[in-house]
């Protein structure tokens, strides 16, 4: 998603069904908000568990391995953001890409390289997943791979300064480190400034 903290908030008052590969992420991110908030070690994961209650999962690694990675972390958490997106940007898309679901990601991609103001991203497909209600393997073997065929975007070796891997015996899904192989400005026609899916598929629909 484009405004995390927005997404964060969502998912701690609101009862979603959970793709399985997106819970440590999603949780990860929650104890990152959590930190941010001022809130203690012990209190994080007091919420954490609480969270799961809530949305009736279970928590399958290292809480508070998880806790520390979380609050050691320098990247913030991404949150209130204006974007302009220019009608030269969507007839690149629509001239690359014909699948409803590649235009979609092609443009949150995009959009993500414009509020971080750089052509190299961190990319969590899990929780992209989540976020758009797809299959995550889809979106790796298939958007990402057609994205990546055509040249809009080149996928890079893992950093691992924010990879999360392992905790105890379970392996997690590193985050995908993507470059944006199209040209962009700042400037445009569009104003994105929210989550709001309906708008993005709008843009290129």
């Not at 985050?175 to 290129?204: H, M, P, R, T, W």
Request: hydrophobic letters at 40%; glycine letters at 2%; a neutral charge.
């Amino acid at each position: 998603m484009l405004n995390e903290v927005e997404f964060v908030k969502y998912i701690l008052t609101h009862k979603i069904k959970l793709q399985s590969r997106s819970v440590f992420r999603l949780a990860f991110m929650i104890a990152k908000y959590l930190h941010e908030q001022g809130k203690e070690n012990k209190d994080i994961r007091l919420e954490l568990i609480k969270w799961a209650r809530f949305q009736e999962i279970s928590l399958c690694f290292d809480i508070n391995s998880m806790i520390y990675a979380a609050t050691k972390s320098k990247v913030p958490l991404k949150s209130d953001f204006e974007v302009w997106i220019s009608d030269n940007d969507i007839d690149t898309i629509k001239m690359m890409f014909d699948k409803p679901r590649t235009k979609l990601v092609a443009l949150i991609i995009l959009c993500l390289c414009k509020i971080e103001q750089t052509d190299e991203i961190y990319f969590n497909v899990n929780v992209l997943a989540q976020w758009l209600n797809k299959c995550s393997q889809h979106l790796h073997s298939r958007t990402l791979k057609e994205l990546e065929s055509f040249g809009y975007i080149e996928r890079l070796k893992e950093d691992t300064e924010d990879v999360f891997r392992v905790f105890g015996n379970k392996k997690y899904y590193a985050q995908n480190k993507i470059k944006l192989l199209v040209d962009f400005d700042e400037k445009g026609e569009y104003l994105i400034n929210s989550n709001n899916l309906d708008c993005l598929k709008a843009l290129v629909e």
